[in-house]
């Protein structure tokens, strides 16, 4: 049924499109950098650093309790604030366990915790750092995405 809804509600096109027949030169071809965790670029601004497909945790955040066999994937440091993403293996139970523990034993508030049981929770925090702290499920529910992005509390840094 849907396929015939899609076949009904397309339409002709009247013209083609104008660079229908252009060749691209092989020297503009895209750079493959591999799967994510594969291959490392880092890319750098006057603002900071992006550091795509691994790598360590900004030097900002350095000390930020992350648990064991945290994988770093992306990771970014402009001026006063930082941000990394990763995943790990694990129960969403431990990880939250975990959060609960080690943010106030490394002088951070949890401000609040939102949570969709079994599937996600979101730490707000404050301390030498603001900001968010989400732990995610997975696509396929293989392990958990661990996405941290913080600020220093006052905007001057």
């Given at each position: 049924q849907l396929e015939a809804r899609r076949?009904?509600?397309?339409?002709?096109?009247?013209?083609?499109?104008?660079?229908i027949d252009r060749e691209f030169p092989p020297e503009t071809e895209?750079?493959?950098?591999?799967p994510t965790g594969t291959t490392e670029t880092t890319i750098a601004t006057a603002e900071g650093e992006v550091s795509i497909g691994g790598g360590d945790v900004p030097q900002l955040a350095d000390g930020f309790p992350l648990p064991d066999g945290f994988e770093v994937q992306l990771s970014t440091?402009?001026?006063?604030?930082v941000g990394f993403?990763?995943?790990?293996?694990?129960?969403l139970a431990d990880l939250v366990a975990f959060y609960e523990a080690e943010l106030p034993a490394a002088g951070y508030e949890i401000v609040s915790?939102?949570?969709?049981?079994?599937?996600?929770?979101?730490?707000t925090i404050d301390g030498p750092l603001a900001g968010d702290v989400v732990v995610s499920e997975e696509p396929g529910g293989a392990g958990w995405s661990i996405l941290v992005a913080l600020a220093f509390p006052d905007a001057d840094g």
């Open positions: 076949g009904r509600d397309r339409q002709p096109l009247d013209e083609e499109a104008p660079d895209a750079e493959s950098l591999g440091e402009i001026t006063g604030e993403s990763g995943r790990v293996d694990g129960e915790r939102q949570e969709v049981p079994g599937v996600l929770s979101v730490f």
